[in-house]
């Protein structure tokens, strides 16, 4: 939302202008205009509540966070999680206030924290198209919890959560059958100059003129033959 006083952008919105493909006209109409709501499967968003569930099961029942997350084995609890109308910080230099949701945040004893993003995907390591929009969320969570007076370690976790497709027979049952999933992580380092760059390239666009198309995005090209059909 864009208006006198500045402009609200999503963590995960934001890190799209660190995308190979990123488009910057997409970028403006996207956070300019009222644009319909992209439909996205809700079975992903079951899977994802499901997952972080899960993981607080598992601590509560032990007293522990799950053995499959070893990166944070020394924690002592997870924070509540802030509503993205609470989780938010606003940069002096841009104008923009980032927003967004964390999926899990562990503590330890010092009071320090881990943030956790869980993903219901394939873990490729960085052959993963998406892992530059992935580490901007992240670090925007990172910076946003700094700027709450929270201390954030070093390691941000990004947590791939794959199906194990292949057919075994104890997944079966009289009532259907059970998807199991393999937790692989993938450690992200906190970097701040990752989110002051990415600032600076949406202040650039969001506050300026509509840019032109770009010839290698196909989602311009699109928008050219409805622009055209409706004349």
Known sequence: M??????????????????????????????????????????FSSIDSYTKKMVHAAFEATNRPPEWIPEVKDAIGLAKTLHWTKFNRFDQKTGITVSGMEDDVFVYRNNSRTIVDYK????????DKLLPLYDGQLNMYAWIEEGLGNDIRGDL???????ITVPNLINFS???????????????KKDNAVVRQALDIAAGIVFGEMPD???????????????????
């Open 174 to 188: 009289n009532r259907g059958f059970k998807l199991p999933f393999e937790a692989k992580t993938l450690v992200i």
């Open 2 to 43: 864009n208006d006198e006083k500045g402009i609200r952008i999503s963590g995960k919105n934001l890190s799209a202008v660190l995308m190979p493909d990123f488009c910057p006209r997409c970028f403006w109409i996207k956070n300019n205009l009222q644009v319909p709501w992209e439909i996205f499967p809700g079975i």
């Open 120 to 127: 219901t995907a394939k873990f490729t390591k960085n052959q």
């Open 157 to 163: 976790l990004l947590i791939y959560c794959e199906p």
């Open 213 to 231: 198309r770009s010839d290698d995005c196909k989602d311009c090209g699109k928008l050219e033959v409805i622009m055209a059909a409706c004349k």
